[in-house]
């Protein structure tokens, strides 16, 4: 009795195309199509992907994700302020908010309708007669303020600064502690305003988170051992100017600076087992701590 003729092997997904390379992994036959390179040999799609979901996704020395190597959150706060720039430029009917009005010689720009509404305001009699600010109820201006800008120089400046400083702390932290970061940051300069500039004065801009971020950059390349000796002059210089001109927030900038500091050291040493954990609660504390600061100072306005 004759033996048969060896069958070719097919692929098993393309059963009409013959092929002699096997998955190195579950050692099906595999077309050129189906190959997927391999530390050693080829795969299969299915050994491909069954792979995918048993290796760890990769994490920074921070616990954030390796996503924030893209800087998707940093893009999306540039495009929410310069779109908030676009409206507040929209709301002005007196035409000077874009690059002329009172801040720093008329250079930085107007106040407007939008910033108006949503800028750091203690206590005070509002445009059209009413009584409105902080302590008044509006807490929301806490955030906003952080996103509303004087004009296109104080926006472009500040956009700048969030471009050079959060792309390297979001690739660090990952996208969440970034946010995070860079919120609280914000948060922690305008609760500074508010505690200590006059009850009718008016702040606005990114330039409380972008102190926090100066701060936080800081720290977390301290943190990982890396020279800093760049950080500081800009950093002073940046101080410098806030002291120097008046229109500016000293407040605002400094209190940023701090709660940028305090969110960082929160981030860099929380103790690699419980990592997740103290970083949420050092974040809590912090913001309680800031909420407590405004109740207070809440309370002394509406007694005055």
């Known amino acids: 009795m004759s033996e048969s003729p060896p069958t070719t092997p097919v692929c098993y997904r393309h059963p009409g195309r013959e092929t002699y390379v096997r998955c190195t992994r579950c050692d099906r036959p595999i077309c050129p199509d189906c190959m997927r390179a391999a530390s050693v040999g080829h795969q299969c799609p299915e ?24 800087g ?7 495009a929410v302020n310069v779109l908030l720039m676009l409206l507040s430029i929209a709301s002005d009917r007196g035409g000077d908010a874009a690059v002329g009005g009172s801040g720093l010689g008329g250079l930085l720009g107007g106040p407007t309708p939008l910033t108006d509404w949503g800028s750091v305001l203690g206590l005070a009699r509002l445009p059209d007669g009413t ?12 955030i906003t303020a952080m996103f509303l800008h004087f004009g296109l120089p104080h926006l472009l400046l500040n956009m700048w600064a969030l471009w050079v400083l959060g792309r390297s702390l979001e690739a660090n932290l990952g996208r969440l502690r970034f946010l995070a970061l860079y919120l609280i940051a914000g948060f922690g300069g305008n609760v500074a305003a508010y505690l200590f500039s006059a009850q009718n004065a008016t702040t606005a801009g990114a330039s409380t988170a972008i102190f926090g971020l100066f701060a936080a950059l800081f720290l977390i390349m301290r943190r990982l051992g890396r020279d800093t000796s760049g950080i500081l002059p800009v950093l002073i210089v940046n101080l410098v100017f806030t002291f120097a001109v008046p ?16 969110m960082a050291l929160v981030l860099a040493y929380a103790p690699r087992s419980r990592r997740s954990l103290v970083q949420l609660a050092g974040g809590a504390i912090i913001v309680l701590a800031l909420i407590g600061a405004t109740l207070i100072r809440t309370a002394q306005l509406l007694a005055g």
């Open 47 to 70: 050994c491909v992907s069954e792979g995918r979901r048993t290796v760890r996704p990769a994490r920074t020395a921070f616990g954030g994700g390796a996503a924030g190597r893209h």
């Open 72 to 78: 998707y959150v940093t893009k999306a706060l540039i």
């Open 131 to 142: 009584v409105g600010g902080v302590a008044d109820g509006e807490w929301y201006r806490l």
């Open 247 to 262: 229109s500016i927030s000293i407040a605002g900038h400094l209190g940023g600076l701090v709660t940028g500091a305090a």
